[in-house]
């Protein structure tokens, strides 16, 4: 009978015994920006662009998106400044990534602002920082400096998309653009731009001539981006605005993104305030992340999206895990101070299409899509995703000025797991993807942190109709070492835990 009862106990403990271990410690804080979390964002082009005329989805995006208690919380907006292509041209089909720009050329042949040509975007910036209130953080970039100043006569490119497609003397007048341009949204509109990008993807052969998507620009790594950087930095001390950030080179993937930083000059290496790197590919990266720690300079993550799914039969949750365990890696592998989505809508319903263009339709959410939303411009509706919902379980809890902490996870675990410390409000916030159909029991370990009390748990999961979206409940108590938790099949959950 003893035998039997410590078998019977053996199994109970086996049964109760948590499937992963996950530890929270405060040795695995992120130091970048001193420890400083900048936040969540993405870029305005092109949606902003192509919504901005309308006044009904101007102010639910800005709800949905940028107010932390309705929607997304997200923070940090790019705005692109566009170089405005040929009027002769029409070979951009989107009916989006048109964007204008803020200089033409006059019947007399002078070059002069117009300062209301891109009204639409400028709409959604003003109620998208309205929205954010005061951590709101404006970013302009470039794509392509005005067609007049490209070699092409173009702004999506060159005719050979793998050379320089700004004119040798136009340097300077694209540096007094960006400048411009920041010094008339700071002062004049009272939208104060924080920092500067004048390239985007520039060493790459993605961006031709009449090309269909959208602007581009090659620049040649070395001696002609650091032209540009150090202009541009001179330009903006012109206008006064030395407090002014300016980024290196926006580039697609880290790799090449050391790359160009390696072969910029002394002066363009001492002109840039922050490294800003995309994530469409992942090579070298975390090499940059120890760059940019050699370095001592601050690092975003400022672009990346994609039709990626995740998950085991997850339906229309497939997308959004696919976006959180995106996040998860990003973050742990670069050790960044933000993270930001290329863009939040990336199609759009109307009758009417714009400028003679057909818009592209509904999200087709079984499987993967760029963006997290949809607008139907012929009902005012912005249609949202479990994408959507997947990235709010990151940016409405973890907020701007909280210190991120990684959490390795073993990756057969089909977990993963991010956290963050909020000195100020004295809560712990922990976000786990589950990209499993089964059950997942968990034991989180807390180390050099004091958790106490009941923990508050929100849940994404399941379909769209039926499931669930920041599902909020009561979870488990936290003692001082550890929490014991359970996942839901194909779920991100976040579990905001009081901290002593």
């Known amino acids: 009978m003893k035998r039997l009862a410590f078998l019977l106990l053996l199994a109970t403990s086996m049964v109760c015994q948590a499937e992963t271990v996950i530890k929270v410690s405060m040795d695995n804080a992120i130091q970048t920006n001193n420890g400083y979390w900048e936040g969540w964002g993405t870029s305005l082009c092109w949606w902003a662009n192509r919504l901005g005329y309308n006044e009904t989805l101007t102010a639910k995006s800005a709800a949905l998106f940028f107010d932390a208690k309705q929607g997304l919380g997200l923070n940090i907006m790019r705005y692109n400044v566009g170089g405005g292509d040929d009027p002769t041209h029409n070979h951009i089909t989107r009916t989006d990534s048109d964007v204008p720009g803020w200089m033409y050329i006059d019947s007399n042949g002078e070059r002069k602002y117009d300062y209301t040509a891109d009204a639409r975007q400028l709409n959604v910036v003003k ?8 951590d709101a953080y404006l970013e302009i970039f470039s794509n392509s400096p005005p067609y007049f100043m490209t070699n092409s006569g173009c702004s999506t490119g060159n005719f050979k998309a793998e050379e320089n ?64 950087l150090v202009l541009t930095k001179e330009a903006l001390k012109r206008y006064g605005l030395n407090d002014i950030i300016l980024t290196t080179s926006d580039e697609t993937n880290p790799g090449k993104q050391i790359e160009e930083i390696e072969t910029l000059t002394p002066d363009a290496r001492a002109a840039i305030d922050r490294i800003s790197v995309h994530t469409y590919g992942t090579n070298s990266i975390r090499e940059m992340g120890q760059l940019a ?54 199609t ?18 079984q499987g993967g899509y760029w963006g997290t939303a949809c607008a139907n411009h012929d009902t005012d509706e912005i249609m949202l995703t479990q ?26 675990s089909g977990c993963k797991a991010l956290a ?26 807390f180390e050099g942190l004091k958790v106490k009390g009941q923990v508050t748990q929100i849940r994404t999961s399941g379909q769209f109709d039926d499931g669930e979206h920041w599902a909020e409940s009561k979870g488990p108590k936290a003692t001082d070492s550890k929490l014991d938790i359970t996942l839901a099949p194909n779920s991100v959950t976040t579990f905001l835990i009081r901290c002593k």
């Open 127 to 134: 109620a998208a920082m309205k929205a954010a209130g005061q």
């Open 293 to 346: 720690k050699d370095e001592k300079i601050n690092l975003w993550m400022s672009e990346v999206d994609g039709n990626g799914t995740a998950g085991q039969n997850a339906g229309q949750m497939a997308a959004g895990l696919w976006l959180a365990d995106k996040i998860i890696s990003d973050i742990e592998a670069l050790e960044p101070s933000a993270w930001v989505l290329w863009q939040v809508i990336d």
């Open 420 to 445: 963050a410390i909020d000195r100020k409000h004295k809560v712990l916030t922990v976000v786990c993807t589950n990209t499993t159909d089964q059950e997942k029991d968990i034991e989180l370990q």
């Open 348 to 365: 759009h319903i109307s009758r009417d299409g714009y400028k003679g263009r057909r818009d592209g339709g509904p999200l087709r959410t």
């Open 387 to 412: 994408k959507y919902y997947a990235f709010g379980q990151f940016s409405r809890y973890i907020r701007p000025g909280s210190t991120m902490i990684l959490c390795p996870t073993e990756r057969r």
């Open 165 to 228: 497609n700004i004119k040798d003397d136009e340097y300077d007048d694209f540096a007094e653009y960006m400048a411009h341009v920041a010094n008339y949204m700071t002062r004049e509109m009272k939208l104060k731009v924080k920092s500067v990008s004048p390239m985007n993807e520039p060493n790459t052969n993605y961006w031709p001539a009449m090309n269909y998507k959208q602007e581009g620009c090659h620049i040649d790594a070395g001696e002609s981006q650091s032209k540009l």
